[in-house]
């Protein structure tokens, strides 16, 4: 593990930009860097920090900061991908997918800090994309171990994986409603038209909750389990985050936050999300009441 001693860069009250890596310490003149394009982020269960996986040099890398920006930790340095973060419940751990054991992903798991890093699955498929339940008793992901990538579960100790989905095309990224009681994800059926889905959390009543417009991605939950936040194209003007209520009668564009990939905070008062695209993209956190009128 390396601790950069580095300050992700200040809050900017106005804009809730997070600029990625000012200098090597704080205060010190700043050093070139190689772009850095963030993946995804994930809140810590008591929202006082945020875990993403970005790719400087080639090389992704799992970190985590204070939700102002500040404290910036380097929790993996290996030359293998390690990415797609989630935290266990009582914040103490950090599941995350990584091929350095392997041509295919795999998930680990380690402390908070970095240190004792455990490998979960041993399959000779592909495993990522790792989601903590919220009762702490089983960790969701997908697998191309049977043919194309669907959703599984498993004990957090990688014992019992147990395959939820039989459906068309690949799934991606689930994540746990706030009760447990439903898993959210989105499909690539290959038609550039990715959707959004919930299912129950043992696999069954699939629905199509975007229509079938647009490309949909990376959807997750608002902390009262009423709303789904997800990015989509569907107006034509690049990734915009969208609020969709629960039972998909009511979709809301929010143009204030250009984003591929957002995430409410637990406590339901921020949203953090990334701007830009590849190859240099920036965390942003913004507060709820400023692109909605009414917080969850």
């Given at each position: 593990?390396?601790?950069?001693?580095?300050?992700?860069?200040?809050?900017?009250?106005?804009?809730?930009?997070?600029?990625?890596?000012?200098?090597?310490?704080?205060?010190?003149?700043?050093?070139?860097?190689?772009?850095?394009?963030?993946?995804?982020?994930?809140?810590?269960?008591?929202?006082?920090?945020?875990?993403?996986?970005?790719?400087?040099?080639?090389?992704?890398?799992?970190?985590?900061?204070?939700?102002?920006?500040s404290q910036v930790t380097r929790l993996t340095e290996d030359p293998a991908q390690d990415r797609y973060t989630t935290w266990s419940p009582?914040?103490?751990?950090?599941?995350?997918?990584?091929?350095?054991?392997?041509?295919?992903?795999?998930?680990?798991?380690?402390?908070?800090?970095?240190?004792?890093?455990?490998?979960?699955?041993?399959?000779?498929?592909?495993d990522t994309a790792p989601a903590w339940s919220p009762d702490g008793k089983k960790i969701a992901f997908v697998s191309n171990r049977e043919g194309t990538l669907q959703i599984y579960s498993m004990a957090p100790d990688g014992s019992n994986p147990v395959r939820l989905t039989k459906m068309e095309g690949n799934l991606y990224n689930p994540v746990w409603s706030p009760d447990g009681s439903r898993l959210v994800f989105y499909t690539d059926k290959g038609d550039s038209k990715d959707q959004v889905y919930v299912i129950q959390a043992d696999g069954s009543n699939p629905v199509l909750m975007t229509g079938g417009a647009g490309h949909n991605i990376f959807p997750s939950w608002s902390p009262d389990g009423k709303k789904i936040l997800f990015s989509s194209d569907r107006e034509g003007s690049g990734n915009t985050v969208h609020l969709l209520?629960?039972?998909?009668?009511?979709?809301?564009?929010?143009?204030?936050?250009?984003?591929?990939?957002?995430?409410?905070?637990?406590?339901?008062?921020?949203?953090?999300?990334?701007?830009?695209?590849?190859?240099a993209t920036e965390i942003h956190v913004v507060p709820v009441g400023s692109v909605l009128l009414t917080p969850p």
């Open positions: 593990m390396k601790k950069d001693a580095c300050i992700l860069g200040s809050l900017l009250v106005a804009l809730g930009v997070l600029s990625p890596f000012a200098s090597e310490v704080a205060g010190a003149p700043e050093k070139p860097r190689g772009a850095m394009f963030h993946q995804e982020i994930a809140w810590s269960p008591d929202g006082t920090r945020i875990s993403f996986t970005a790719n400087r040099e080639e090389n992704w890398d799992v970190f985590v900061m204070k939700a102002d920006g009582d914040g103490k751990k950090i599941a995350f997918s990584s091929n350095r054991e392997g041509k295919q992903d795999d998930i680990y798991v380690m402390n908070a800090d970095g240190s004792g890093v455990t490998r979960l699955t041993r399959d000779p498929g592909r209520d629960v039972d998909a009668s009511h979709l809301t564009p929010l143009p204030g936050l250009k984003s591929f990939f957002a995430r409410w905070s637990p406590d339901g008062s921020r949203i953090a999300y990334i701007s830009g695209s590849y190859p």
